[in-house]
């Protein structure tokens, strides 16, 4: 087990005997909301973790490197920041997919540029974020972030380089 896993776990047991002290309904009154957490996403979590997985195996490594790794140098970071800005979906989704470009040769600053711009410029977020802010707002805010994820894309590379 890694050391993520183990601390969550630790912190997950805890909570868990906290909550036996303060009472046996509030330990299962938490266990059912986590069991209704698990099942209502247990179809995105499959699905996202079967997508990273054949990505893996259907991109041929050497393509992705060639595309998005390091020898790619601004393209791959560039890359990077275009797809996370178009792919939709939650971290659930989107983290995976991220783990099998990075098992298949994309660069550090690919990954990065990928991550942020999804955080920061989610094409498929702006039509709500236009229709429940509004319009200017929206679109001001993109204008502003523009620059955030090739930028984050391009100092991940250097560092990587810089630290070996």
């Not at 195996?57 to 601004?74: C, E, H, N, Q, Y």
């Amino acid at each position: 087990m890694n050391t993520p896993a183990l601390i969550l776990s630790g912190i997950a047991l805890i909570l868990l005997i906290v909550a036996l002290i303060r009472g046996e309904n509030l330990a299962i009154a938490g266990i059912k909301l986590a069991g209704a957490t698990v099942w209502s996403n247990l179809i995105l979590l499959i699905a996202s973790f079967l997508i990273a997985g054949l990505m893996q195996v259907l991109l041929p490594g050497a393509l992705i490197a060639k595309w998005m790794g390091d020898s790619a140098g601004i393209k791959a970071i560039l890359i990077g920041c275009v797809a996370g800005g178009i792919v939709p979906g939650s971290p659930y989704v989107v983290f995976p997919i991220v783990t099998g470009f990075y098992k298949a040769g994309a660069g550090l600053g690919a990954i990065i540029g990928f991550v942020t711009a999804w955080s920061l410029w989610s094409i498929s977020r702006l039509p709500i974020e236009m229709a429940l802010i509004n319009p200017k707002t929206a679109l001001l805010r993109y204008a502003i972030t523009f620059i955030v994820p090739p930028l984050s894309g391009l100092a991940a590379h250097a560092l990587s380089k810089f630290m070996g």
